[in-house]
Nanobody
Framework: QVQLVESGGGLVQAGGSLRLTCTAS????????MAWFRHAPGGQREQVAI???????PYADSVKGRFTISRDNARHTVNLQMNSLKPEETGVYYC????????????????WGQGTQVTVSA
């Protein structure tokens, strides 16, 4: 079994910053892909940032220059530093990872965390 747990969400004023952390635990052998998604109230789940195994970090155009995604493979974590937050970026942020488990090292599986709430006030 593998679990992804997000933390770091909260309430901030517009222009403020938050740092989200996602940690994978359980039967983790390696992680090939990690990403952050946002589900805004009344909207759909949208991709915010990705960090691939090769280091590529495609960002949504709206967050370029303000958000930074990073990973620590030794600790099985991914972070999202969010600066200059805007009210429209309010939502539940989900961690996503493609993980190779110790029980099946030749395959990868798609895991999701439970989400962490980010609220940006005007």
């Amino acid at each position: 079994q593998v679990q992804l747990v997000e933390s770091g969400g909260g309430l901030v004023q517009a222009g403020g910053s938050l740092r989200l952390t996602c940690t994978a635990s359980g039967n983790v052998h390696s992680i090939n892909h990690m990403a952050w998604f946002r589900h805004a109230p009344g909207g759909q789940r949208e991709q915010v940032a990705i960090i691939a195994a090769d280091g590529d970090t495609p960002y949504a155009d709206s967050v370029k220059g303000r958000f930074t995604i990073s990973r620590d493979n030794a600790r099985h974590t991914v972070n999202l530093q969010m600066n200059s937050l805007k009210p429209e970026e309010t939502g539940v942020y989900y961690c996503n990872a493609y993980i190779v488990t110790t029980s099946s090292v030749q395959f990868e599986f798609d895991f999701w965390g439970q989400g962490t709430q980010v609220t940006v006030s005007a």
